[in-house]
């Protein structure tokens, strides 16, 4: 059974700071997706990294995959308010984005920035 | 373009009564995924259609079903509702079902 774990489950941290995100999984898989929820609101897809090494950035956020280590990071950089959200690492063992097996979800970061 | 609806938003239910939920894809899309997101954990999966053929099931019992018709909108039904059903159902659509998923803002059901 594939297994997901985000850590940490629960950040706060102040604006201007980094921090990195992690995801590891135990099954083998080469497409590790990140999604934003806001409260009471939808999954919102951040970033696809479909092979080893890959490195997506999107503004003040990036994300990579380790295939090897199974695992894969989101790194926050100078944090502002607008980035606080619960964010989650998903994983899709099927090869066929979520088809037969579906995505498998880790539990998700909260993260709360603080002015 | 309209992304992926569905509805309703929020209902009430109680002990061993059923629901359907409803999804519309996002024009074009021809895969539909169902999610079920307990408060404070990440979604989990329930089934994947494609083409009005079901191509995965998740872990869920029985009294979970689903459809797809041939406008490629979809149905998530449950029997015998359960004070653990309570959760958020969230759609999803893909192109084919290899593709990135956009998710739709969700059904809360609330079971008493």
């Known amino acids: 059974e594939l297994k997901v774990e985000q850590n940490p489950l629960f950040l706060s941290m102040q604006e201007g700071k980094n921090y990195t995100i992690y995801c590891n999984y135990s099954t083998t898989s080469d497409r590790l997706y990140w999604y934003r929820q806001d409260p009471g609101k939808s999954l919102e897809s951040l970033f696809v990294l479909l092979s080893n090494g890959a490195v997506k950035q999107e503004g003040r956020l990036m994300a990579s995959l380790d295939t090897k280590a199974r695992l894969s990071t989101l790194h926050i950089t100078a944090a502002v308010h607008d980035l606080s959200a619960t964010y989650f690492c998903?994983?899709?063992?099927?090869?066929?984005?979520?088809?037969?097996?579906?995505?498998?979800f880790g539990k998700g970061t909260h993260l709360i920035i603080q002015p | 373009d309209a992304g992926v609806t569905q509805s309703p938003t929020h209902l009430i239910k109680t002990r061993g009564q059923q629901v359907t939920l409803r999804c519309s894809p996002i024009s074009g899309h021809k895969s539909v995924s169902w999610y079920q997101q307990v408060l404070g954990q990440g979604p989990q999966f329930i089934f994947q259609?494609?083409?009005?053929?079901?191509?995965g099931r998740g872990n869920f019992p029985d009294r979970f079903s689903a459809r797809q018709f041939p406008n490629y909108s979809s149905e998530l039904n449950v029997n015998a509702l359960l004070l653990g059903d309570s959760a958020l159902y969230l759609c999803?659509?893909?192109?084919?079902?290899?593709?990135?998923?956009?998710f739709g803002a969700g059904s809360r059901l609330t079971v008493l």
């Open positions: 998903a994983v899709d063992i099927g090869g066929s984005g979520g088809g037969a097996d579906g995505l498998t």
């Open positions: 259609y494609y083409e009005k053929e079901e191509r």
């Open positions: 999803a659509s893909s192109y084919s079902g290899a593709n990135v998923l956009t």
